[in-house]
Structures are given as C-alpha cells and as structure tokens.
C-alpha cells in the first residue's frame, strides 16, 4: 500500500504553504489544496520531491462546500488508496473592515470559510479513519475554534483514539507575516508589533513547525490541545 498523504487545506500560500513545505522537507507525499489552482500549483512547483509514496499533489477545493470537499477526499483515496494521514485546516479569511460597515455577506464568508470549511473538512475526514458508526452524542458544539478541537477530541473516546490512532489538537496563530498581513495599514501593523512581546510578527515557518511536531509521533501524547504561536500575545 501507498504511503498516506498530509492533506493541507489553503496550501496555496501563507501559513498552508509553509505547512506544506514543512511536510515535504520531511519526506511526506503533500495533497496541496486550495481555492486557487494557480496557488496550489505554485506551491506544489516548490516542495521537494524525494518524498514517499506517489508524490505530491494539488487539487481545487472550496471548504464551504460539502460536495467540494467530498470531492478532494475522494480523489485523494483514488491517488493514494487511502485517506490522508494527516488533515490541517489551514484555510481562513479575513475581512477588516469597522462593525457598521461591514455586511451581512462578508460576514457570512468568513463563517462559511474559517467555521464551516473546517468543520466539512475534519468530519468527513473522521469519517473515513473511523471505520465504524461513531456514538451519536448530541454534546458538540462548534462555538469557536479552540472550543471545538477540545470537544471534538472529548467526542473521540479513549478507546477509540488507541484503537485508530486519532488525536485533535488546535494551532492559535498570532500575528503572522502572510499575504493576508500584507494589506494592514502600516501603522496597525506598528501597534500589533509594539504588543508583542517578542517585538515582532512571527513567521509562516514557524507556525508550520509547531504543525510539523504535532503531526509526528514525538507529539504521540498531546491531544485536545491548543498551543499559541503568538511571540507572547495573549489571545486566549
């Protein structure tokens, strides 16, 4: 059989494509996928390719869309005759604007992409590392990010996580370098930095460090997790 994939969600820049670099330098096949196939094919001509498996691959995805999603699932199990081994929710969007001018359609963007997107992603992954009929629990509650990864991992019994191998954990980026950043007026990037504790924004690479670790097995015990990557900016 084929070695798994890591599957990247916005793997077409930002934070994704360093995830996705990150993964590749380990010798990982990555599914890069993004909105964009321009964006998705520009990361996938960076990553290194002596990796295990069938390679790299990127794919079209909108992680809104149930059908989009269930889509990009079902080619990966076509390509790697598998489902990915790996599933991080890179995808999100941003739209900065003051609370009375922004309307009704950009916010629901935003919780269509950053909320929805990852939850369609993460339950129908779930769906295939878990073979059986999961215990219907009428507990979770996908409030806001940190809380889901928490409760979904309670969801996930003891039993079941040594029997498949499933851990949730949840990545809380700070103020990070991205093509996202790249469009804050200077002077707000000036006062986010004077906040910092560590005095500047972080990097891409170093969040998708902390990804890389939680993916492998020297993270082996760490679950229902959130760790910061914040140089020090509290944001819990």
Known sequence: MAAAARLVSRGGSGIGRAVCQRFA?????????????????????????????????????????KDSVTKLLTRIQTNYFQPPSVCVNAAGITQDDFLL???????????????????LVT????????????????SLLWAALWERW????????????LEF???????????????????????????????????????????????AFLASDDSRYITGASIEVTGGLFIG
Not at 110 to 119: A, M, Y
């Open 101 to 119: 001018n922004l309307d009704e359609q950009q916010f629901d963007r935003v919780i269509q992409v950053n909320l929805k997107g990852s939850f």
């Open 25 to 65: 330098s380990e010798g990982a096949s990555v599914v890069v996928a993004d909105i964009s196939q321009a964006a998705a094919d520009e990361t996938l001509g960076s990553l290194r390719r002596d990796v295990r498996g069938p390679g790299h691959m990127a794919a079209v995805v909108d992680v809104s869309s």
């Open 165 to 211: 191998g499933i851990r949730c954990n949840c990545v809380l980026p700070g103020f990070i370098s991205t093509p996202m950043t790249d469009k804050v007026p200077e002077k707000v990037i000036s006062k986010m930095k004077s906040l910092v504790p560590m005095g500047r924004m972080g990097e891409p690479e170093e969040v998708a460090d902390v990804c």
């Open 123 to 138: 339950r129908l992954s779930l769906r295939l590392w878990w073979p059986v009929e999961p215990p219907k629990d009428p």
């Open 150 to 161: 928490e409760t979904l991992d309670r969801q996930i019994t003891p039993p079941r996580k």
